[in-house]
């Protein structure tokens, strides 16, 4: 084997300039625009389709009240009960952590506290008078009376400044030959609140229900159109919320998935979609004692209504619980509250943060659930955030465990902003721990125009 220094030389490769050389773009000019030209239209496509979620505050649940039984202080008298469920059957931590299914006794002590403040103060977050399932049975004519007469107590509430941030109605749907009377009923009830109050609450949202045809929808927000125009509204100040509880508003006639094409045909104006869980597993065939909202259908639907809505202005809400106290007993109290409990712990864990209360004592295990979520792990990410507002303080004490992204930051603020939302924290805490000022997001469901 020939020696190494013996082996040829390589010829000599030129050496790199000891300054830097400007290189030219190869692609540039007509042939860049060439090829780039449908990026912009894919933009605009996809901004259209995928807007992003609305920066305002949404509610942590919605009480749903027959329209009969709607009166200007109704949401204050469901919180005096509700407080007075929980002072009577839940005294001290130890029940109200049994009640709840709160583990930690401490975090459950600091709950029991922050909710007592939130059904004394502002109880509900989201009232819906309701024409539809609740209020089944009652005549046409007698229909007509409470829509005037529901209008009346919301309005008064209003006026008072006792009303929840967030109030509506709904309405009966154009199944069954319902259409005629469940429009009457919605123009009753805005003329008389536009009436009494001059305008309409910030707000203020209809719920469309037991959708079958995408073009029920379609006729829906033409007749929104029409009392706008009839009642001097600004065009789109009429907003509603779907409800999701067939399988014609899931699957279409032709296999494809619906949810979109609702979204298209209500031409801006639906502001969130409800699960309906009674009447979509009834509509499976599913027995009686399956018509839950864990059940796995229900999760079906609730992951096909993230994936079509998710980075839209369409917001989502899970649905209730049936579970209603028998009798003013401890027992059948603390059944209820564990019962709902779990079903709202359900919910959140699939990213649903707002569901639908049917009776007082959902506004304690309600509030229960979601302050108990939201405050678990709060020092933490109000440490994590502290550190990224101030990296280089954290440097100099030696402080700082995790190093955050960004999007992960992104997803913190969101958790502290629900937090401040829902009365779980104070500005004033957030404040001292993060240095920033994190205020609620203001209530309303008005288009941006309409600002």
């Not at 407080?83 to 299914?101: E, K, N, Q, S």
């Not at 506290?113 to 509900?124: D, E, F, I, Q």
């Not at 709202?344 to 304690?364: C, E, K, T």
């Amino acid at each position: 084997m020939p020696d190494p220094i013996d082996q040829p030389t390589a010829p000599d490769r030129p050496t790199a300039p000891d300054r830097d050389v400007e290189v030219a773009p190869r692609l540039g000019g007509s042939e860049l625009d060439r090829l780039l030209a449908g990026v912009t239209a894919a933009d605009d496509t996809y901004r259209r389709a995928w807007p992003g979620p609305p920066h305002t505050r949404q509610p942590v649940q919605v009480l749903y009240v027959p329209a009969d039984r709607v009166g200007p202080h109704t949401a204050h008298e469901h919180g005096a009960e509700a407080l007075r469920l929980l002072h009577t059957h839940a005294p001290d931590v130890g029940h109200f952590a049994d009640a709840t299914g709160i583990l930690d006794v401490f975090l459950a002590d600091e709950v029991r506290a922050r909710v007592v403040t939130r059904l004394a103060t502002g109880p509900v977050d989201d009232l819906r008078v309701d024409f539809e399932d609740g209020y089944l049975g009652r005549s046409e004519t007698q229909e007509a009376r409470d829509a005037v007469a529901a209008a009346h107590a919301v309005a008064k509430a209003v006026s008072a400044g006792d009303g929840p941030a967030f109030v509506g109605l709904r309405v009966k749907s154009f199944t069954d030959g319902l259409a005629r009377r469940s429009v009457a009923t919605l123009d009753r009830f805005v003329g008389t609140l536009l009436e009494r109050l001059g305008s309409l609450p910030d707000g203020f949202v209809i719920t469309f229900p037991k959708i079958v045809a995408v073009d029920h929808v379609r006729a829906f927000v033409e007749v929104l159109g029409s009392l706008e125009a009839a009642y001097g509204l600004p065009e789109g100040r009429l907003r509603f919320e779907v409800q999701i509880e067939t399988t014609p508003s899931v699957l279409g006639p032709d296999g494809v998935v619906t949810l979109r094409a609702l979204r298209d045909a209500g031409a801006g104006r639906i502001v969130a979609a409800h699960l309906g869980v009674y009447d979509y597993t009834a509509g499976l065939g599913l027995p009686p004692g399956e018509q839950r909202l864990e059940h796995p259908a229900c999760d079906f639907v609730r992951h096909l209504l993230q994936v079509s809505f998710a980075g839209t202005e369409v917001r989502l809400s899970d649905g209730s619980s049936n579970a209603v106290p028998a009798a003013d007993t401890a027992e059948e109290l603390h059944r209820v509250w564990s019962t709902h409990a779990a079903t709202v712990r359900h919910s959140l864990a699939h990213g649903y943060v707002q569901g639908w209360d049917l009776h007082p004592s959902h506004l304690v295990s309600r509030y229960a659930t979601v302050y108990a979520d939201l405050l678990h792990g709060l020092d933490d990410v109000l440490e994590r955030l502290g550190r990224w507002y101030a990296p280089a303080e954290a440097t100099a004490t030696g402080a700082g465990a995790v190093l955050d992204e960004p999007a992960t930051i992104r997803r913190l603020e969101a958790h502290v902003q629900r937090a401040v939302d829902s009365g779980a924290a104070t500005t004033d805490e957030v404040a001292a721990r993060t240095g920033r000022t994190v205020l609620p997001r203001p209530a309303t469901l008005l288009p941006q125009g309409l600002l």
